[in-house]
């Protein structure tokens, strides 16, 4: 009698079992693709007994061939059916559009059916494939048969490698193997008739269930809530359908006092209680933990009418207090912004910037308070994602160019240095000014790779024009300090020195004093130090406009201060702008500091300038910032 090995079939069902009880157990995850993984693991179970029940049968002569054929044609459907269940949790979970996703399930569909059709026929007819005694043959359509199976395979595969962009390389990785390793499993089991395509479709089960279905990795530990990378699948889902949906944003108000005041662990469960609250009001879908102190309420209501029920309840039960585990009692105040969905962001990473930016602007505005975002000025943060787009741009285009603005030496009576200012010139936006766009870059970190760019870009243009034999005895630099707040920056632009052989007399870093300066981090300090350390100097840009810090000053090895242009254009204008000015300059000079004034556009500043002490002029009196060539013109010209 067949010899049909059934230890895999009962590990099969021990661990269908077992992931049973934990789906039913957990919190059920609101994905769509969740679903699937339901299906799947009741069809292996299904299939898994089928096929058990058929061998035991047949084993023990309670059927005789025709009942066991009868048997494994039901089986083989099943196992077909399984490979088209994970092939429609692939397109759930690639987001497969939905006008590709009909076409693709429908091809599926018709590949299930002509399954069927050999499957029934076959115990009549052995077209698909026959038992006889204890051996197993295939039958004249068998080849049809393997192909058909092979659809499901090759579609998953190709929707995987396809829209493989929008998951991570890991878990691109995890769906095709568990295609191949099913597949591989179907192989063996052909081949050596063992049972074990069912305990492969197990392990792919089991191995989801770990890296893409665990609660665990969509639910917070804490809160219960989902989290963000929960929200985000569902959020574009839900946008993909482009169905009416509302999203009550709600933060915390100053939590951090909060959690200083009654302690981290009160803090945590005053989150869990707010969480609950928000699960409990009626109209609220479901509810997403986003960021430390922010739930994001998902609710099908369309009209505004409704979205008020809910805030209002929110706003009413934040009238009273709330409790820690010690009874203390609490008064929490949050800010709350609705968004209606497609209408105010028709994708996610839209939705996202949308959300953090009005959220932004409530909390400065309206803090406490309610907005809708359809009501608030978004036209700013529209235009600053079209300029991130083109610093973008240009970074990897390497289309951002350097200009650099002739410093004059009242001493020396010529240009003995200059300032690397960067210049933005999009296809789209024309000329932009870095007034604008470096603020910009500063707050998404693109400064980064912008900085380095142009430090790169000026030891270039150091090395290629030989400037040590010119009058240019150095280049100033602007360094932004989100740039000095990386470890070891100092290493990198060392580096970048090194690499074009500039001296580090031939750069000077200007550094803009700004409020996140003033008790700076370690990391700054330590790059601030290993630059000087190194020989490159220092200046302290727009001296006067910001913080002038005295404190900082006479604590930061600062070689060069420089002037800002307003308070220079300020000193001609207004008599006691004009005092402040002078006595500012004699105290850089009783500090020994080398003075730039920044902004020179007269001769009368000029003259005025260098009278009360200052060693350097810079401005459009001399020349304004020009291209690289242009530059070595005005130098040659002057000299
Ligand atoms: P900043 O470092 O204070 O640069 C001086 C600014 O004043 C430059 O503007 C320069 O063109 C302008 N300026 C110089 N002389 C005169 C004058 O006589 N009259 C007038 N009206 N303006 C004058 P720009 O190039 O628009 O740069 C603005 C700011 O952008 C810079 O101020 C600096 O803070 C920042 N920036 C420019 N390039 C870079 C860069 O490569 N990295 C970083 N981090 N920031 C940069
Ligand atoms: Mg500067
Ligand atoms: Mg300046």
Excluded at 37 to 66: K, P
Excluded at 121 to 149: C, D, E, H, I
Excluded at 595 to 611: P, S
Aim: glycine content about 6%.
């Amino acid at each position: 009698m067949l010899e049909w090995n059934l230890q895999y079939n009962f590990a099969t069902i021990v661990i269908c079992i077992l992931m049973l009880v934990w789906y039913f157990h957990q919190k059920k995850i609101p994905l769509n693709s969740y679903a699937f993984f339901f299906r799947f693991n009741v069809s292996i179970l299904a299939c898994t007994i089928i096929e058990s029940v058929g061998v035991l049968l047949y084993r023990n002569e309670i059927i005789g061939e025709f009942g066991f054929n009868v048997v494994m044609a039901a089986y083989s459907f099943m196992a077909c059916l399984i490979s088209v269940i994970y092939a429609f949790f692939v397109f759930e979970y690639m987001h497969v559009s939905d006008k590709n996703k009909k076409v693709l399930k429908g091809i599926l569909l018709v590949v299930l059916f002509l399954t069927m059709l050999i499957d029934i026929a076959t115990p009549f007819t052995k077209v698909g494939f026959y038992f006889y005694g204890r051996k197993y043959a295939v039958g004249k359509l068998g080849a049809l048969y393997a192909l058909l199976s092979g659809i499901s395979v090759i579609t998953g595969i190709a929707v995987v490698i396809v829209k493989r962009k929008l998951i991570p390389a890991s878990r691109v990785y995890i769906l095709i193997s568990s295609i191949l390793f099913s597949s591989i499993m179907f192989v063996v089991q052909l081949r050596f008739t063992v049972s074990i395509l069912c305990f492969g479709f197990g392990i792919v089960c089991l191995t989801l269930y770990n890296y893409i279905f665990n609660p665990a990795l969509y639910i917070d530990n804490l809160t219960q809530l989902y989290n963000k990378d929960c929200m985000r699948d569902y959020l574009e889902y839900r946008l993909e359908r482009n169905k009416l949906f509302s999203i009550v944003l709600v933060a915390m108000d100053d939590f951090k006092y909060i959690n200083k005041t009654f302690g981290v662990d009160t803090g945590d469960s005053l989150l869990v209680q707010v969480g609950n609250y928000l699960r409990g009001i009626e109209g609220v879908d479901v509810v997403f933990g986003y960021g430390s102190d922010q739930f994001a309420a998902i609710c099908n209501k369309k009209s505004l009418e409704d979205i008020k029920s809910i805030t209002e309840a929110l706003q009413a039960r934040l009238k009273h207090p709330w409790y820690s585990e010690s009874q203390a009692a609490v008064m929490m105040s949050a800010t709350i912004c609705c968004f209606e969905c497609p209408k105010d962001a028709d994708n996610y990473g839209n939705l996202i910037e949308i959300m953090d930016y009005a959220m932004s602007m409530t909390k400065k505005s309206n803090k406490g308070g309610v907005s809708l975002a359809g009501e608030l000025d978004l036209s700013k943060m529209r235009s600053e994602k079209e300029i991130e787009k083109a610093i973008k741009l240009a970074i990897d285009r390497g289309e951002l160019m350097v200009y650099y603005q002739p410093i004059f030496s009242v001493e020396k009576n010529l240009y003995n240095s200059a300032e690397a200012l960067v210049r933005l010139n999009d296809e789209k936006l024309g000329w932009i000014s870095p007034e604008v766009f470096i603020p910009i870059a500063e707050k998404n970190g693109l400064i980064i790779a912008l900085g380095d760019q142009v430090l790169r870009s000026v030891c270039k243009f150091i090395c290629d024009n030989k400037l040590s034999e010119s009058s240019i005895e150095y280049i100033e630099v602007n360094i932004s300090p989100v740039q000095l707040q990386q470890p070891d920056y100092y290493k990198k632009a060392i580096g970048i020195l090194e690499e074009y052989d500039v001296k580090p007399t031939q750069i000077n870093i200007e550094i803009t004093e700004t409020a996140n300066m003033v008790g700076s981090s370690d990391i700054f300090n330590e790059n601030i130090k290993k630059i000087v350390d190194y020989g490159i100097t220092l200046s302290l840009d727009d001296y006067g406009s910001g913080y002038s810090n005295l404190d900082y000053i006479n604590h930061m090895p600062f070689h060069i201060i420089k002037i800002d242009k307003y308070i220079v254009w300020d000193a001609f204008k207004n008599i006691k702008a004009g005092i402040t000015l002078d006595y500012t300059i004699r105290m850089l000079n009783a500090l020994q500091y080398m003075i730039v004034a920044e902004g020179v556009e007269t001769k009368e500043q000029k003259d005025h300038l260098a009278k009360i002490g200052c060693h350097y002029m810079q401005g459009w009196y001399y020349s304004k910032a020009v291209a690289p060539d242009e530059f070595m013109e005005v130098i040659k010209k002057a000299s």
